[in-house]
């Protein structure tokens, strides 16, 4: 035990040694602002080492390049040269910034615990120490029962015991040294006061690099600029080339010729719902964030052909707010949130911007975690897509399908994302694997009872289609059956399809059973009602 | 008994350490407790008495006194700080209802001019502290820096960065009030 307890004391000796021989590189003074009398400069730089820059707030205003810093140095510098003694300069500091400013926390009831820790550390640990081999000498060694209490104890270290000694848990001894070697090595790779300074100066080439790189950035923006500008003037009736000019003007805050351009392609295009959108979004930006009447004027526009624009269900919600109709606000953004696909890129500005908005209006937000940064099938990849040719297009459908894919088979239970792979099956013209996909959504959401239908629906036309294994078909069908009808029995649509499938099963009780129930149901005239009293009469056959 | 509390001292003094460690961690993490936010020296005491080149008349002076007939505000503003322009509404309202002495810090008088011209003028009077000596005889490390002072001439409060509409509404109108109450 006292061997590991030297070592110990040996490598935190080193440590402090290291610590106090290295010597900071970096200086932050300048020589202007050095004074002349060396002995007086001497003191000064003392003085800076003791005192805290409270911008920095971890170094001292002689290591700092604050402003601040360096305006303590000139009050230490002026008081000097007026004759102050280093207490009084200190006093004085401490006064107008308080102990803060002070490097070395003087002793007080404030700090007390922080200057005895050290020394009660020390003296608790050796009353430990001699505590322990006090006791040592006084049991005999290896006697009965210290063997077995060590045995029960500890039975790692019964084996590396020294004769006498109480059990050394090795184990702890080890971790103690894993700790203290991963601190050392912690300290001299970051901490240590001995790392090279990484003064302005040499650092000028790194930062005129960065600098010449906002520049050229700036220059391609220009670029873009000026070379959509000239398609713009060329071409001046393509519509295309008016979006990539008001794109290239934003980019460089020319809010004036982005409205130009957008207007301009609406102009072209009639009244695009899109471009309108766009445009009233630009105008709302260039009247920093207020949305004016003219704005208000296309959203409603927009709004009335296609209520599930995104920016303009987003403007309408801004000025709603802007009008103090929290409530309408929240109603807005909510729907939108509902709408939106759970990887669009505005949801975050939607989300926070709702959680204001709720808040204002005191109404509690449910929290829905369910739908939340799915990374697929986004409206702007899919607005990327449509910039592709069409191989280039299906393969990067294909991709995002099998990605969504993988991630649905890690997290089974995600009914929407099911739904959503189904729907991407059917535009790639893969029907089986979109049936595949809605019955996973099913199995995911048994209550959802029109998910339910869909799947039940898919199922019959795929068997009136013939292209189609009819047992497997029969066997999930039943299934979905029993879930649906957990739900509601009294379903008109599920009871046809109960029946629909009872009857393909051959089962013609049960298939009249539903039927039978349905027909009293829908009213007796109908032409549905006449339909399936042939059908009734059919299995009666 | 002495060995099973030798065995369980340290166990004991590392729970303690690491209690007080946690709610430390606990409170910076949940905000409570800012690391950047300074204890101030001057709480309680007289204010620095104070003469600067008014920025409306170079020729005269604003003097910060001991004693005046009404609490009032200090505020250290520079046209330079972006954060002094966000607090620029809260301080349109402190306007109203208390003086405030602004001090231009190490700012250009023609800067500090186009930005009160731009962000509204709340203060009722101006002093220009062009060095940043005013600052720092009153502790300031970073503007805007804005002190509450009674009537006496003591600084009842301080208060580092910008004045957002929480620290107006919780912190700054109930004490202004419960002074101007008292009188």
């Known amino acids: ?106 002793v007080s009831v404030a700090t007390i615990g922080l200057w005895a820790t050290p020394i009660l550390a020390l003296l608790i640990g050796g009353g430990l120490i001699v505590l322990n081999r006090r006791r040592v000498k006084q049991s005999p060694p290896q006697s009965a029962q210290d063997l077995s209490e060590n045995t029960a104890e500890k039975p790692v270290s019964v084996k590396t015991m020294h004769a006498g000694t109480p059990g050394t848990p090795i184990l702890a001894i080890t971790a103690s040294f894993c700790i203290i070697a991963a601190g050392a090595i912690y300290w001299f790779v970051l901490g240590s006061p001995s790392l090279p300074s990484q003064p302005l100066s040499q650092r000028a080439s790194e930062i005129s690099q960065d600098a010449s790189q906002a520049e050229a950035l700036l220059a391609e923006k220009q670029k873009a600029y000026t070379a959509a500008k000239d398609a713009t003037l060329r071409a001046p009736e393509n519509i295309g080339s008016w ?59 927009v709004l009335a052909e296609n209520g599930r624009e995104p920016r303009a269900l987003f403007l309408s919600g801004l000025a709603a707010m802007e009008d ?218 | 008994m002495a060995r099973s509390l030798t065995h369980f001292l340290p166990l004991l003094l590392f729970v303690c350490f690491a209690s007080i460690a946690s709610v ?44 005046t007939a009404t609490p009032y505000l200090v505020n250290f503003f520079a046209s330079w700080c972006a954060p002094c322009r966000a607090e620029a509404p809260a301080l349109a309202i402190l306007g109203k209802q208390i003086d405030i002495i602004g001090v231009a810090y190490k700012d250009k008088p023609e800067d500090s001019r186009k930005f009160l011209a731009d962000f509204g003028n709340p203060y009722r009077a101006i002093g220009i502290d062009n060095d940043g000596a005013a600052g720092l005889n009153w502790g300031v490390y970073g503007v805007p820096e804005t002190y509450l002072i009674s009537k006496d001439g003591i600084i009842l409060k301080r208060h580092a960065g910008p004045i957002d509409g929480d620290i107006l509404r919780d912190e700054f109108l109930p004490l202004i009030r419960s002074l101007q109450d008292r009188e």
């Open chain 1, 1 to 106: 035990m006292m061997r590991y307890f030297n070592a110990l004391i040996l490598i935190l000796l080193v440590g402090m040694s290291l610590q106090t021989l290295s010597v900071p590189a970096a200086f932050a003074i300048t020589a202007e602002e050095q004074l002349a009398d060396p002995e007086l400069e001497a003191r000064a730089r003392d003085l800076s080492k003791q005192l805290r820059c409270l911008v920095c707030q971890n170094q001292s205003i002689d290591d700092s390049d604050a402003d601040l810093a360096k305006d303590l140095r000139a009050e230490v510098r002026k008081q000097l040269l007026s004759g102050a003694d280093d207490q009084t300069i200190m006093a004085d500091l401490q006064e107008k910034y308080g102990d803060y400013v002070l490097l070395n926390p003087p």
């Open chain 1, 243 to 301: 979006l990539e000019l008001a794109l290239a003007a934003a980019e460089l805050g020319r809010m004036d010729d982005e409205l130009n351009a957008l207007r301009t392609a609406l102009s072209l295009t009639g009244e695009d719902a899109g471009i309108k959108s766009m445009l009233a979004e630009a105008l709302t930006r260039s009247a920093e964030g207020q949305v004016i009447p003219e704005a208000r004027q296309l959203i409603a526009e």
């Open chain 1, 324 to 541: 103090g109709a929290y409530k309408r606000a929240v109603d807005n953004w909510r729907y939108l949130i509902e709408i939106s696909p759970s990887d669009a890129p505005w949801l975050v500005v939607v989300r926070k911007n709702l959680q204001e908005a709720a808040d204002r209006a005191g109404i509690e937000l449910k929290t829905d975690s369910d739908s939340s940064n799915l990374p697929v099938l986004s409206q702007e990849s899919l607005s990327a897509a449509a910039e592709m040719s069409p191989e280039e297009r299906l393969e990067m459908i294909e991709g995002m399908v099998v990605r969504l894919r993988e991630r649905l088979e890690n997290a089974p239970s995600d009914s929407a994302g099911w739904q959503r792979l189904a729907r991407a099956y059917t535009v790639l013209g893969q029907p089986e694997e979109a049936l595949k996909a809605l019955v996973s959504a099913s199995e995911a959401a048994p209550g959802d009872l029109k998910l339910q239908l869909a799947v039940l629906e898919q199922l019959m036309l795929a068997g009136q289609a013939g292209d189609r294994s009819q047992t497997s078909d029969q066997a999930l069908a039943n299934e979905v059956l029993v879930r649906a009808l957990a739900v509601n029995a009294e379903h008109p649509e599920l009871l046809f399809f109960a029946g629909h499938f009872a009857r393909q099963e051959g089962d013609k009780d049960k298939a009249r059973f539903y039927w039978v129930k349905l027909l009293d149901t829908i009213p007796q005239t109908s032409e549905t009602a006449r339909l399936l009293q042939a059908e009734l009469d059919k299995l009666a056959r």
């Open chain 2, 24 to 67: 430390a961690l606990i409170m910076t993490l949940s905000g409570e407790r800012k690391l950047s936010e300074l204890p101030s020296a001057l709480i309680g005491k007289p204010v620095p008495v104070t003469e600067l080149p008014s920025l409306s008349n170079p020729q005269a002076f604003i003097k910060i006194e001991a004693t």
